[in-house]
């Protein structure tokens, strides 16, 4: 079928063939080229209404959802059907609207300005509608305009009557989450994720039987684990204050949804990924959903290791190229140091080899690198070389010669140097996450985040390389061996967005307790 054939909340089937005969390559060479006349569309992407059991959605964005004069928000409607719109009639506590330093990612957003609106007949309860057992589910994106400190005071959702229902708030920088139960007990977690000013984050926060469970841009913030029979309290929801018009929040919030579900790990990972690209907000995302990984190394993850007393003869490769990281020379191997999930390369003689190089080939490279490593000079922590030949170099992780830093050098089959040492981008003997970018025609640099240094050049003449090489550089001979540690290695052969980019910094700096920041 041109749309798919539907198997469940996000899979299809677009063409199917069975033959009673085994088929030559000739006839499935055919069958597949005419698959691909016939299929004209990708399967469709993750959208909201893929969503069950939805109970309230509100969308700032979407006008023809809005009741407005002169900006001010007097309804909002609510996208699920339900009939629980958002309103306000006192104009004073109105949010409003076109505002331009609203705006997320180009999109609107409400400006609560100690503003609220409720939400008439929409409550956590167990109606004739709602079933706790079934949980309940909430993702929303949220920017604070401020994070002064006062308990109670920023209250972002609550019930119009104390100690009923769930109550989302921001007590100084750090988010709270809370329930009472059907025993008139407060569960849920507080300082489960953080805000900053004028930094908008994507939550999602599950109320279940089994506790409450909350994650920030894709990263796990804090839950508490505990039986929760039900939930208390039939009174109607309150946005942007608590009680009534008492602990007002200052902020945005342009995307709201709930379910009485308990969504699956694929169905918040797509909530994620769409508000991410929606709102331009980087999520941390494993390396594997994003497209086009080359090589991924991972010390963390032990099953990947092959070593014998803690030298390493293998480090498997986590993308599913299976381009292993191999050493057969016990001499020459690194070591394991399952302390901080690390390999320690000597500086005098230990290095992996891939024989694979393909980096320079692929006309565009990201690198992420976790790991840390003393003053030296002109190191590689990363280099493609010839086997053959001591002319052409393509080291795009290396160390300068004043000291320790990411540079590149780069040198064609007739000896020509398209680049040295810029940019250079120090790092120091603390762990850092540093990225690398080879865009074809600029090479650029970052360590922990921030802005990236960018430095521009022209590809020309032949450049033959036939090693990979982790820690040092091999040639004829094997030199320039990198001293210091290597706790994950990510290779992507094309270049990233600045989103994707973040996304994957984000799940480093959660893994790696590196701070990052966003470039």
């Known amino acids: 079928y041109g749309g798919g054939l539907r198997l469940g909340a996000n899979s299809r089937i677009y063409n199917f063939a069975l033959a009673d005969e085994a088929l030559t390559e000739t006839e499935i060479d055919a069958i597949h080229a005419e698959f691909v006349s016939r299929t004209t569309a990708e399967a469709p992407s993750f959208e909201f209404t893929d969503l069950t059991n939805i109970r309230a959605w509100y969308e700032d964005d979407d006008e023809t959802t809005i009741t407005e004069s002169g900006g001010l928000v007097s309804q909002q409607d609510d996208k699920s059907g339900n009939g629980y719109h958002r309103t306000q009639d006192t104009a004073s506590v109105q ?236 001499s020459a191997q690194p070591t394991y140091d399952n302390g901080d999930d690390s390999l320690e390369f000597n500086g005098t003689s230990d290095y992996l080899s891939l024989d694979d190089a393909f980096m320079w080939d692929a006309n565009g490279v990201t690198v992420f690198v976790v790991g840390n490593g003393a003053s030296q000079s002109d190191k590689r922590i990363l280099a493609e070389g010839n086997s053959s030949d001591t002319t052409p170099l393509y080291s795009i992780v290396g160390t300068s010669n004043g000291g320790s830093g990411y540079k590149y050098f780069i040198r064609n089959d007739g000896g020509s140097i398209l680049l040295a040492d810029d940019p250079l981008v120090p790092f120091d003997d603390n762990r850092f996450i540093g990225v690398i970018q080879d865009t074809g025609s600029t090479m650029e640099a970052s360590v922990n985040g921030g802005s990236m240094d960018v430095s521009s050049y022209t590809r020309s003449g032949d450049i033959t390389l036939d090693t990979l090489t982790i820690g040092a550089l091999e040639r004829t001979s094997v030199g320039s061996y990198f001293t210091g540690k290597i706790n994950e290695i990510i290779i992507y052969d094309r270049v990233l967005t600045d989103l994707e980019i973040n996304q994957i910094g984000k799940y480093l700096e959660d893994k790696w307790g590196v701070t990052w920041t966003s470039i």
């Open 95 to 330: 949010p409003e609207t076109g505002l331009p330093a609203r705006e997320i990612n180009g999109l609107n957003a409400f400006d609560w300005a100690n503003d609220y609106m409720l939400s008439s007949g929409f409550r956590f309860t167990n109606t004739s509608d709602f079933t706790y057992a079934d949980g309940i589910s909430i993702a929303f994106v949220c920017e604070t305009d401020s994070v002064s400190t006062g308990s109670q005071n920023h209250q972002i959702l609550d019930s119009t009557v104390g100690s009923t229902g769930v109550i989302i708030r921001l007590d100084d920088d750090v988010m709270d989450f809370y329930m009472y139960d059907d025993t008139n007990t407060l569960r849920g977690v507080n300082d489960a994720g953080s805000m900053s000013v004028g930094v908008p984050s994507i939550f999602i926060v599950k109320f279940l039987p089994t506790g409450v469970f909350v994650w920030q841009d894709g990263v796990f913030a804090g839950s508490e684990e505990v039986a929760i029979t039900g939930i208390g309290g039939s009174t109607d929801i309150v946005f942007g204050s608590r009680i009534e018009g008492n602990g007002n929040w200052e902020g945005s919030m342009p995307f709201f949804i709930t379910c009485n579900d308990d969504w699956s790990t694929e169905e918040m990972n797509n909530i994620f990924g769409l508000l991410s690209e929606r709102y331009d907000i980087p999520v941390a995302k494993v390396p594997d959903t994003i497209p086009d990984l080359a090589r991924w190394f991972d010390a963390s993850d032990d099953s990947t290791i092959t070593e014998s007393g803690g030298s390493v003869s293998q480090w498997d490769d986590k993308s599913g190229n299976d381009r292993h990281a191999t050493q057969g020379s016990a």
